[in-house]
Nanobody, 118 residues
Framework: QVQLVESGGGLVQAGGSLRLSCAASGRTISNYGMAWFRQAPGKEREFVASISRSRSTDYADSVKGRFTISRDSAKNTVHLQMNSLKPEDTAVYYC????????????WGQGTQVTVSS
């Protein structure tokens, strides 16, 4: 079992930055692919970014060039650096983990709220 706890959300003005963190416990994340998803009010949850064991990354088109995902294996933590934030980035952000040989994300955090004011 992997437990995930997100932090770093908050209220920021458009154009500002936030850094989200996801602290994992229970297992080392070195064998897990990690990702961030988000869900805005009234919308379905959507993929934001992912990072593999080999640190290859993937991003949703809407955040490319603005967000950066990284992982710190020594601290068992994943980060999402969010720059040039827009009001449409407002959502609850969730951290997720999947074992490297499994395609679906089985472990989820409780989420952290990000609100971007215009």
């Amino acid at each position: 079992q992997v437990q995930l706890v997100e932090s770093g959300g908050g209220l920021v003005q458009a154009g500002g930055s936030l850094r989200l963190s996801c602290a994992a416990s229970g297992r080392t994340i070195s064998n897990y692919g990690m990702a961030w998803f988000r869900q805005a009010p009234g919308k379905e949850r959507e993929f934001v970014a992912s990072i593999s064991r080999s640190r290859s990354t993937d991003y949703a088109d809407s955040v490319k060039g603005r967000f950066t995902i990284s992982r710190d294996s020594a601290k068992n933590t994943v980060h999402l650096q969010m720059n040039s934030l827009k009001p449409e980035d407002t959502a609850v952000y969730y951290c997720a983990a999947r074992y490297y040989s499994i395609n679906s994300y089985a472990y989820w955090g409780q989420g952290t709220q990000v609100t971007v004011s215009s």
